[in-house]
């Protein structure tokens, strides 16, 4: 069995990889798997660290079995007859992926997503989610600061590692503000592990809605804090899931108390809003917004698209909700990154490559494994049955 690291080629460049050359030694050790790295030099880890590690590098991939990449993968790259791993971002029919699905169809590829790797509860099993979370609540840290002018913080990605990031959180006090965290997964998760780092207290919803505090807090706000059922009033989580169009938010009072929304919650098109546009315009105090999960027009419904991640800020003008400077006065800040994780490349590969060997890759050697058979999208370009609804979205309709 031969593994291929493929060369990141989607724009802007990601500089994450599924192994690390660490991982990949000891896979050719205790394994006896062997891994070649096609040539790259975007990646954190340089060709010369996998060569040091005894991965070969080449730019010929096309006799490895199993391709492994991060990212979509263009489409003039796809190797066909070939079995792929990367984030497709097309479960969800999203229409700027849709000629990347056709072209797999078409090559015959067999294309398990990341994304659909979950174990039998439903329970995502791989991704990059836990330092997404870091990394934005860092940032709407950051970008909290920059708006007042009463602290400063490096940006992330000017920092080595996730160690020497929290080194710059000793000593950092913070004023009496309020941070509202939406979510219970790896994002959230991720956000936490920073408001327990800058040694923000957590308090409970009721707390927190009705207090003032002189010093800063935190809340954590799950799905029965959230939804709850138009008619019946409760929040029952798996009809939620199956149901999310029968549930209202909960949140509009929390944004009449909060200066920082770190939103960390999953969304899909049937899923309510944490808030309508409309809400802004009259009692809103959130002043900085870090959606994390980063759906444009989604759960928080100003974010407006994607920032960069040297210039990850924009403003909402509260009046006429259309995109301005951000940390101006009469805006709502948002942050707004797709690609979080890459501000720390090495310690998300990392931990992304851990949880592949730990639970995917023998399953994925040996066959016929119900994890992997459920995360496989097309095999040898036919739609599987799970997936079997993506086929008008392939044909366009």
């Not at 090559?107 to 989610?129: A, S, V």
């Not at 419904?301 to 006429?320: A, H, M, R």
């Not at 739609?383 to 086929?391: F, G, M, P, Q």
Request: hydrophobic share 35%; with cysteine; glycine share 8%.
């Amino acid at each position: 069995m031969k593994i291929g690291l493929i060369r990141e080629g989607k724009i802007p460049a990601d500089n994450r990889v599924a192994l690390t050359p660490a991982q990949c030694k000891w896979l050719k050790t205790n394994k006896l798997i062997q891994i070649v790295a096609q040539s790259s030099s975007s990646r954190c880890y340089r060709d010369a660290e996998y060569a040091a590690a005894g991965v070969e590098v080449a730019e010929d991939l096309s006799d490895c079995d199993i391709l492994l990449g991060i990212k979509e993968v263009p489409i003039d790259m796809l190797i066909p007859n070939k079995t792929y791993l990367f984030f497709s971002h097309t479960k969800k029919e999203q229409p700027h992926n849709r000629k990347l699905l056709q072209a797999i169809v078409e090559k015959n590829i067999t294309l398990i997503d990341y994304e659909c790797l979950e174990h039998e509860d439903g329970q995502r099993i791989i991704g990059f989610g836990f330092f997404a979370g870091v990394v934005g609540a860092h940032n709407g840290i950051w970008a909290y600061g920059k708006r007042k002018g009463i602290f400063e913080l490096p940006r992330v990605y000017h920092c080595k590692d996730y160690r020497t990031l929290i080194n710059h959180y000793f000593g950092l006090k913070l004023p009496p503000i309020k941070i509202a965290v939406t979510g219970s997964g790896r994002v959230a998760h991720g956000i936490l592990e920073v408001m327990n780092l800058l040694g923000i207290h957590e308090v409970e919803p009721d707390e927190y809605l009705e207090r003032n505090f002189s010093y800063p807090v935190y809340v954590q706000l799950k799905g029965a804090d959230l939804y709850i059922h138009k008619d019946l009033k409760t929040y029952q989580r798996e009809h939620f899931h199956q149901h999310p169009q029968e549930y209202r938010s909960r949140f509009l009072p929390y944004t009449r108390c909060t200066d920082i929304l770190m939103n960390g919650v999953y969304w899909e098109e049937q899923i309510p809003r944490l808030f309508e546009k409309s809400d802004v315009f009259d009692g809103f105090a959130i002043e900085t917004i870090a959606d994390i999960t980063d759906d444009e027009n989604g759960s928080v419904p100003i974010n407006l698209g994607d920032q960069t991640i040297e210039n990850p800020v924009y403003g909402v003008d509260k009046s006429s909700l259309e995109k301005i400077a951000p940390f101006s006065p009469q805006g709502v800040d948002v942050m707004a990154v797709g690609n979080l994780p890459n501000e720390l490349p090495r310690d998300a590969s990392n931990y992304f490559g851990e949880q592949l060997i730990k639970f995917v890759l023998d399953p994925l050697l040996e066959g016929n494994d119900p994890i992997v058979d459920r995360a496989t999208m097309t095999r040898n370009g036919d739609l599987t049955n799970t997936y079997a609804y993506l086929k008008n979205y392939i044909a366009g309709r």
